[in-house]
């Protein structure tokens, strides 16, 4: 009858494993999760290689240098300014849009989550074009802010709609006015997600180097870049990008405390009560105002911009060549895309639903390359791939493991937020029912999930699109991305020929964030 | 056969907060058991154990004979035939009712997935539903289809949790005699897990009152309600009014005079009797009367009224339980008469 | 239809997952194939090019026909594929390196990267746009040149050493990132000493000189009258001359005479990799690069200097190599970038 072996004792360490209530994380997701983790990993063994090429003596002399300081400060300041942009943009854009009778809400909404398709340094350029002087921090700030918020606006938006409005209407009735209520009962409520969202755009911030080299402020990211450019010493490069990688740990450590014991699913059946919107009433001008200036900043400006290079361009430029770019982005893009999905699900699901230690290794480690600048990435990958995977160097899931490496978080933090919704009961109830751990994740979870799942995917296919430093070093010869022939025209001065690509990048990217916009 | 046993089971949170300490349990083949106790008290973890969500830290777990949790033993919550009925239905929400209920029926043919979807569904009584989302269902229809859900694959147990508790209190009474009925039916061997004790006593076959991770009695509800196992018990389970006593052969001598006892004391000492309330009348405030009080608080219920009457002996007020219309008010004298004979527990110790 | 959709979704996934894995295994068999055929035969080359696409592809292009070998060309940055070529080290798919400028020739020099060229291309070149260790050679000659805005300024500077006066004080524009730039700085490094090279930067920085992303953001920045004068390639005026017309650019250019260290000639050249295995097809595409055919290219085209052959440039306004004033320096020297990067950070200026 017994379907086990002959009993046997279980060591104490077994034992001290399988604490009561804490489920056991199943093998089919610790394994390829732990997969995904290493493979972030990947950068930070690098980099660790190569600062400790000429000792710790050596690499603690760079690393405590003045200068290395002053810049950490700097771009420490820099995320700082535009976290705290975004967090005004990106919440009351959310708040307004899913809340109030703001008219158009939803165009709105999808106008909030375009910026996504526009690249930073696009629009760091048309900033820098039209307006010289913003050039350093205020440009900086200024780019990074508009390209950046659509990552607090889509999570602080999903967290509103999920919020039981009976909860405000209680304080409401208990004499707070509309601003008190939205401070004292919905803000805290947002923390999570808000948080989540903070520090997407604080690793973007850190690892940018586009925007701060074309706004021309100095960075962590722009010293090792210029670090690089020295060539037979990537030492300097390395220990800045060991500073880097600590850093992100800490923000990391520091948003995970912010979760706190909240962020689990609603218990309640069914689906909460929608709200009834605030009346904006007399505010409603300023409210649209403000919108419409947000959106002309961020979305209509570039556009406009671009538009007028695509007129004036006299150097003609290769249609087969852009339809060929166009292919070879959407390719790389859809694959980078799908396989970092596929691997953020068990890292989004372990994480979701086990509060175990491991899994909270595992989805750490995965914000691992995240903070590290393109080229570092795709470095560490050469290192790798030439020494221990030779047939895959210069090959197409070389190029797929790099972006897996950059962009792991982006999918892993959809995944997690999109498991968050359903109440782990269902998956109890399903294995009850004779399901092992992998149908119940096949049959269950994705299913319930798949929205938030494709959501995203989506994000993901969006950001790799417009990736340039690691797709340089990675791609296969010959083969050409939007991203990659747009430096090649602005690196041969030709902005009018460059226009057509940049469009196709935000025309192709707006379509995944028009979709996004559009669900929340 | 045994449906369920559950021996010795000891589970702990980190470091060393036991949960379940040392539980035995054991459910005979088709009946339906309740386990009752207040939360925190263990019962969840009771039930993940057995569902095979948690591993217990010592002990065993045998479902129809077959240990499906023991010493390196632990059988996956698949493989155990444990059907679950959830607080609140957990019905999948992206299936229909029917796909819902088929969801266990694996490894049988289609018509005969079908056959039993059908089946099951007209043993809830909701036959034609099929086809509907879950989210078309009223909370008490939604109940019943996890019902059918759960016990659709012929589980060697039904474990439900609180299945009742998110429901109004109106529909509840009908729903736990169907569901009663429905289990009957099926010949199951169930087990409810709820900490309402009106729900334990007129569901259950047999209830087992859990109070810090162990199991203090274990009887049919008549037995829990008449010989509670000690005060705590006789509180947890029903109103209660208990009473200081010096126990004397088969009488106590209490605030409310010299009581009859259900068995005599084993020893002459201190203790404390359990009296139900409705064991208690008011009586005219007369001299005759064994004692007497004043009318504190009247609690009317309809078809029946709680009188608290503040007696001067007694540590608390004891309450008193009259059917129709009482005829008494806060502030009234009034003398109290015991019928029936009182439990006494003898002073711990 | 839940249940169906999801399982193709999941073979999709699946799909998605592994084929660009198999696609992988069946691509590198045929690739070492086609590698192993490489460094037998002599028909196929890999170059990795630090220099622009646009303007390199065209005379690539003529390569091929002219050599009957079939390049393969990778881009990238000049610096930033000479990391990878490290990177890479002895496994390198690069067969050629056709780089930017000579300070990362010079890195994969002492890394000891490439192959001594043969004596009768080295012969072609004049002995001070080659490598110390004859290991890489210069293929086009770019001038350091001074931009500057008529409209902003009467005067223009004769020497570097005139933009850390007070005159001048945030009214330059320089692209310290740039690798020109840095080689200029190497270069000066050479000529006048590290003392004073770092002293003139840090007065550079100090009279609030404003640093740009590259040259070409600095000449349009000149153009645009944002800063008075910019430390520029020339070819980059020349270029925006060809594209936009000559009446539509404000700047000029001014050729800085006396041996100046601003008047560094700096070269584009290419070095062949020791363990590329195409030596033979590398030392083919060298010699075409160095023929009259692709010289000229550079000059009309690139609007570079010629540095063999005998060609001259055609390009209108442009002086003659040998009428310019260029310091005396063997290119070899620039390879000590790395000193001259911590001497640009100890002046605050990466």
Sequence with gaps: MSTHGSPSVRTPAAASRVAAGVRRAPLVLLLPATAAALLALLPLGYLGVRAMEHGWAHAWEIASEARTLELLGRSLGLAAIVVAACLVLGVSLAWLTVRTTLPGRRIWAVLATLPLAVPSYVAAFTWISAAPSLAGLPGAAITLTFACFPYVFLPVAAALRGIDPAQEEAARSLGGGALRTFVRVTLPQLRPAAAGGAILVALYVLSDFGSVSITRYDTFTRAIHSSYQASFDRTPAAVLGCVLVTMTVLLVLAENRTRGRAGHARTGRGSARPPVPLRLGRWTAPALAWCGAVSAAAVGFPLVTLGYWLTVGSSGFDPERLWSATVATVTVAAAGAAVTTVLALPVGVLSARHRGRAARLLEQSVWAGHAVPGITVGLALVFFSVRYAYPLYQELPLLIAAYVVLYLPVAVASARAAVLQSPPVLEEVARSLGRSPLRVLREITVPLAAPGIGAGAALTFVVIMKELPATLLLRPTGTDTLATRLWTETGAGAFAGAAPYAAVIVLLAAIPSYLLGRRS | ?349 | ?350
């Design chain 3, 1 to 350: 239809m839940p249940r169906p959709s999801v399982r193709r979704g999941a073979a999709l996934a699946m799909s998605a997952l592994l084929l660009p894995v198999l696609a992988a295994c069946g691509g590198s068999q045929d690739d070492k194939k086609e590698k192993d055929a490489a460094k037998q035969g002599s028909d196929e080359l890999v170059i990795y090019s630090g220099r622009n696409e646009e303007l390199i592809d065209p005379i690539l292009d003529k390569l091929e026909k002219a050599t009957g070998t079939k390049v393969e060309v990778r881009y990238g940055d000049s610096a930033e594929l000479a990391a990878q070529i490290l990177e890479e080290g002895d496994r390198t798919k690069a067969g050629l390196f056709f780089s930017q400028d000579a300070g990362a020739l010079g890195a994969l020099s002492q890394a000891g990267m490439l192959s001594k060229l043969p004596q009768k291309s080295l012969d072609k070149v004049d002995a001070a746009f080659r490598g110390g260790q004859d290991d890489w050679v210069g293929v086009s000659g770019r001038s350091r040149v001074i931009a500057y805005n008529p409209e902003k300024t009467e005067k223009v500077p004769d020497s570097i050493h005139e933009l850390t006066k007070p005159e001048w004080k945030g009214k330059v524009g320089y692209a310290p990132t740039n690798a020109s730039f840095q080689a200029f700085v190497t270069g000066m490094r050479v000529l006048e000493g590290d003392e004073a090279t770092l002293k003139w930067l840090k007065a550079l920085k100090a009279n609030g000189a404003k640093p740009y992303a590259k040259n070409g953001v600095v000449l349009d920045a000149v153009d645009s009258g944002e800063v008075s004068v910019g430390l520029i390639n020339h070819y980059y005026w020349y270029e925006k001359v060809a594209e936009v017309g000559a009446d539509k650019v404000n700047a000029k250019i001014h050729f800085l005479p006396g041996g100046d260290s601003g008047a560094l000639i700096n070269a584009a050249g290419v070095g062949v990799l020791k363990d590329g295995g195409q030596t033979e097809a590398a030392e083919k595409a060298v010699d075409y690069l160095l023929s009259e055919d692709a010289q000229k290219y550079f000059a009309d085209v690139t609007k570079e200097y010629p540095l063999a052959a005998g060609v001259t440039s055609s390009v209108k306004d442009l002086p003659a190599l040998d009428s310019l004033d260029a310091p005396e320096i063997d290119l070899g020297k620039l390879e000590s970038l790395q000193e001259t990067l911590e001497m640009l950070k100890e002046a605050g200026m990466v």
């Design chain 2, 1 to 349: 056969m045994t449906g369920l046993r559950v021996t010795a089971v000891t589970s702990s949170y980190g470091r060393g907060v036991r949960v379940l300490d040392g539980l035995d349990l054991t459910v005979p083949d088709g009946e339906l058991a309740a386990v009752l106790g207040p939360s925190g008290c263990g019962k969840t973890t009771l039930l993940r154990v057995i569902a095979g969500f948690a591993v217990p830290d010592a002990g065993e777990v045998v479902l129809g004979g077959r240990t499906v949790s023991g010493p390196g033993v632990h059988v996956p919550p698949e493989r155990r035939g444990v059907g679950i009925v959830a607080q609140e239905g957990a019905l999948f929400p992206h299936l229909s009712v029917a796909r819902n209920v088929a969801f266990g029926l694996t490894g049988s043919g289609r018509a005969e997935r079908r056959a039993r979807t059908g089946e099951m569904l007209e043993l809830v009584g909701l036959g034609g539903y099929g086809e509907r989302m879950p989210h078309e269902l009223s909370g008490g229809q939604q109940q019943r289809v996890a019902l059918a859900r759960a016990l659709a694959p012929r589980p060697a147990l039904v474990l439900l949790d609180e299945p009742f508790n998110a429901l109004d209190s109106a529909l509840r009474a009908g729903l736990r005699s169907d569901v009663r009925a429905a289990l009957r039916a099926a010949g199951a061997t169930a087990l409810l897990v709820t900490h309402d004790q009106e729900e334990a006593l007129s569901a259950a076959d047999r209830v087992a009152v859990i109070r810090d991770g162990k199991v203090v009695q274990s009887g049919t509800p008549q037995e829990l309600y008449a010989r509670p196992a000690d005060p705590w018990v006789a509180s947890f389970v029903g109103d209660a009014v208990l009473l200081a006593a010096t126990a004397e052969g088969d009488r106590a001598t209490t605030a409310l005079g010299s009581l009859a006892l259900t068995a005599p004391a084993s020893a002459p000492g201190e203790g404390t009797v359990v009296l139900r309330p409705e064991q208690l009348n008011l009586a005219p405030a007369t001299e005759e009367a064994p004692a007497r009080g004043r009318v504190t608080e009247v609690r009317y219920h309809g078809h029946d009224a709680l009188i608290l009457v503040d007696v001067p002996t007694a540590a608390a007020p004891v309450t008193v339980r009259t059917t129709g219309s009482a005829a008494v008010r806060a502030g009234d004298e009034t003398g109290i008469r015991v019928t029936g004979p009182a439990v006494f527990h003898p002073k711990a110790g």
